[in-house]
């Protein structure tokens, strides 16, 4: 609900661990209770995006 703690989701759309889908569904989820929240999607990226080539992306996403 409203009174849970801010939340941050940080997604790469091609995640072999946990379905992007899923985490979208969980996203929309925590929307409709009124939880504060932050969704940052990272395309082009897996599970493991800090660790590949496209992860300056990450960096560009977080400071906008």
Same mark, same amino acid.
């Given at each position: 609900?409203?009174?849970?703690?801010?939340? $941050?989701? $940080?997604? #790469? %759309?091609? *995640?072999? @661990?946990? /379905?992007? %889908?899923?985490?979208? %569904? =969980?996203?929309? #989820?925590?929307?409709?209770? #009124?939880? /504060?929240?932050? =969704?940052i999607?990272? /395309?082009?990226?897996?599970?493991?995006?800090? =660790?590949? /080539? #496209? @992860?300056?992306?990450?960096? *560009?996403?977080?400071? *906008?």
């Amino acid at each position: 609900n409203r009174h849970s703690p801010p939340t $941050i989701v $940080i997604a #790469g %759309q091609h *995640d072999h @661990a946990v /379905p992007y %889908q899923s985490q979208v %569904q =969980f996203v929309d #989820g925590l929307t409709k209770m #009124g939880v /504060p929240h932050e =969704f940052i999607s990272i /395309p082009f990226n897996d599970h493991f995006f800090v =660790f590949r /080539p #496209g @992860a300056h992306l990450m960096k *560009d996403a977080l400071s *906008d």
